[in-house]
């Protein structure tokens, strides 16, 4: 079994091979919807999307797309390497989400033009760090707790989180610092 496949996946446990005495008790497939009570729209919609086989990158970002203009599937497309830690237990791609989120909110869409790069970061500085001081890092691994054998977080828990913190910043909710002006005047 993969890391991811440990780590992260929603697919129901089995309960051993034929012949096999069953499991103890038998996990409940659907356990995961109880989650969604009292959660907005968009936050149920980026968990129903994790448990419809979307990585958690592509689970938070497609929740938002439409509303942000973008084609769900090529959000979705653009956003599977991402998941995973990008593959490599590195940036939850829950928040790697958010980060992508921030860019088709703000962009000003022309290549070339950087007059929208310095609120794009300043607002994934904060969607950071509300993630941080939510769940103690932005590191999969660390979430994972794959060094310390202490979990910090679910792959379910990052991604309503990813998608609150969103809902907080797209209602103007999150403080977001002004973008800091380049020292010694440059432009």
């Not at 012949?19 to 009292?38: C, F, H, M, R």
């Not at 938070?60 to 390497?81: I, K, Q, R």
Request: charged letters at 25%.
């Amino acid at each position: 079994m993969s890391d991811v496949t440990k780590l992260c996946d929603t697919a129901p446990a089995t309960t051993g091979a034929a012949g096999s005495a069953p499991a103890a008790t038998k996990p409940d497939p659907d356990a995961w919807k109880k989650q969604l009570e009292g959660k907005s729209e968009k936050v149920q919609k980026a968990l129903i999307n994790h448990h419809s086989r979307y990585n958690c990158a592509q689970s938070v970002a497609c929740a938002f797309a439409s509303d942000l203009g973008y084609d769900e599937a090529e959000v979705f497309a653009m956003m599977e390497a991402f998941g995973f830690g990008m593959g490599t237990m590195s940036v939850c791609g829950a928040v790697s989400a958010m980060t992508a989120v921030a860019g088709m909110k703000e962009s000003c869409t022309e290549p070339g033009n950087s007059s929208t790069k310095k609120k794009s970061y300043a607002i994934s500085k904060a969607m950071h760090k509300a993630f941080t001081e939510k769940n103690g890092s932005v590191i999969c691994r660390d979430i994972k707790g794959v060094d310390t054998k202490k979990v910090l977080r679910s792959c379910d828990g990052c991604i309503m989180d990813a998608a609150e913190i969103i809902e907080q910043y797209l209602n103007g909710e999150l403080e977001i610092p002004e973008p800091k002006k380049p020292a010694g005047g440059a432009k």
